[in-house]
């Protein structure tokens, strides 16, 4: 009954007895749920995610005592749990992500000794954590971020011993990070993103099987000890950190280092070989040294924001993202993207880019997006049309198995709009077959994203038709997810195939 908006209550589930999955999600006029609810003894999955008028949850779920997963993300007017939750010991997972009313758990709930998962993201009136939570010893993944309310980390946490995944980020209460964090020999990720007074992380303890650190935006962290030699995925960006040990050399499971760039980087070659993020937040740094084509690994760069930038210099070939958007000074690209899976260029806003800088973006091969300012479609796009459709005669005699488009629209300002006021925008781009005048087939139908609606500025992004074709014209039609913003020219050019390969940083780079 998933979304049922106007479902303000449920019938007697009484003789429900072999009842195992109730799905109520989106049920958002849905007030209470009726006693009988616990009469489902075989009940495994409850799933309320959405539930914003939900005001209680019934005693009588304590005999429901088969149930593994209690999902009530969202719940945001739920202000506690009953403390008849804790027979309930077969649960495994207890997701209150976003319960925004919720002040404290029962202390029942360390009876649920088999909870391998605990989310209270954004559970913002929440003030503190009982403590029979040590009673958990099953316990994997606790996640705290965004709990502002929460007054300190208590030490009884360090007792949950086989947790894997902690999550303190956004938690205002940290100005150090506790030394029990040391017991937790099994902790694989420690994220303490945003933690914007957290100063000091303990030294000479050893986290043998860590594999993510998130640091990023820790603004008053200034020195990094090396908490783990096995991980993974470092992220330092928005810190003060720019010195990081020798030994990160020899760190043999290192993939990802995400930090803030300075001019000093370049005396720390240990430190270049291995970034694969790196983020300007020096928003009056005019040019960028040279020595950045020598970070052979990175993955990304972000600029956003840097008003004074004129100039980028060469970048390094591994280089997939590159985020410039509203670098309004930016003349010049001192650069080619040459690696073939390069994901997205985002120039939006920048204004001032040359001729030889737009036609750069343009020819790239960027497969999900590229934004650059524009009035038009760019003259290195073959087929062009006014308005949201065009017909394109393919020229090989003998076609393809699969073919590969770059398709680009420019939108038209009809006036009936508020500036930052529309959600996402979503582009569908429909492709068809046609003969003698006649549609005769859809090739592919697919949604392409972007942040924002923007007027005087080329979208592009590339399309994949991978079943057979047989006719030599094809169709592209484009809409929007808004009727308020038109599409005033649209464009599409075919492009060489070769196959394209993803490593598994790639794909964190997005985040």
């Not at 694969?276 to 690994?297: A, K, S, Y």
Request: net charge negative.
């Amino acid at each position: 009954m998933s979304h049922s908006r106007n479902l303000k209550e449920l019938p007697d589930l009484s003789s429900a007895t072999n009842l195992e999955v109730l799905n109520l999600n989106g049920c958002s006029s849905l007030v209470e749920l009726p006693f009988s609810t616990g009469n489902a003894t075989k009940l495994l999955k409850l799933e309320l995610s959405g539930c914003s008028s939900l005001l209680e949850f019934p005693s009588s779920i304590g005999y429901a005592i088969n149930l593994q997963r209690i999902n009530l993300s969202y719940c945001s007017n739920l202000v506690e749990l009953p403390s008849s939750i804790g027979n309930a010991t077969n649960l495994k997972e207890l997701d209150l992500t976003y319960c925004s009313s919720l002040m404290e758990l029962p202390s029942s709930i360390g009876n649920c000794t088999n909870l391998k998962e605990l989310d209270l993201m954004m559970c913002s009136s929440l003030i503190k954590l009982p403590s029979s939570i040590e009673n958990a010893i099953n316990l994997e993944k606790l996640i705290l971020a965004g709990c502002k309310s929460l007054v300190e980390l208590p030490s009884f946490i360090g007792k949950v011993t086989d947790l894997r995944i902690l999550d303190f980020g956004y938690l205002s209460c940290l100005v150090e990070l506790p030394s029990f964090i040391g017991n937790l020999h099994k902790l694989s990720e420690l994220r303490l993103r945003g933690c914007k007074k957290l100063q000091v992380l303990p030294t000479n303890i050893n986290l043998e099987f860590l594999d993510e650190l998130d640091l990023t935006d820790c603004i008053l962290l200034k020195t990094f000890p090396a908490i783990s030699t096995n991980i993974k995925r470092l992220h330092l960006r928005g810190t003060q950190i720019e010195e990081v040990s020798s030994s990160l050399r020899s760190w043999p499971r290192l993939q990802d280092l995400q930090m803030v760039y300075s001019e000093n980087l370049s005396e720390f070659s240990h430190v270049l070989e291995r970034i694969t993020v790196l983020e300007l937040r020096d928003i009056n740094i005019r040019e960028m040294t040279p020595w950045l084509n020598r970070i052979t690994r990175l993955r990304r760069l972000k600029l956003s924001g840097c008003g004074k930038l004129v100039s980028l210099p060469q970048l390094p070939d591994s280089l997939t993202i590159l985020d410039a958007d509203n670098c309004g000074s930016l003349e010049r690209l001192g650069c080619s993207f040459n690696n073939p899976n390069i994901q997205h260029l985002d120039f939006t806003n920048c204004l001032k880019l040359d001729k030889e800088a737009r036609d750069l973006i343009i020819q790239a091969t960027a497969r999900h997006y590229s934004i650059l300012p524009s009035r038009e479609v760019h003259e290195y796009i073959t087929n062009q049309a006014i308005g949201s459709s065009l017909t394109m005669k393919l020229n090989q005699r003998a076609l393809p198995t699969s073919m590969r488009f770059k398709a680009c629209i420019v939108l038209a300002d009809n006036g009936d709009h508020e500036a930052g006021k529309e959600r996402c925008m979503e582009v569908c781009l429909t492709i068809m077959e046609r003969q003698n005048d006649f549609i005769t087939s859809t090739c592919v139908s697919k949604n392409h994203s972007f942040r924002d609606f923007l007027t005087e500025h080329l979208y592009t992004f590339e399309v994949l038709v991978d079943v057979e074709v047989t006719s030599d014209e094809l169709v592209f039609d484009f809409k929007l997810n808004s009727e308020k913003w038109e599409i005033g020219e649209c464009g599409v050019l075919e492009m060489k195939n070769h196959v394209q390969t993803f490593s598994e940083i790639d794909f964190w780079d997005f985040y």
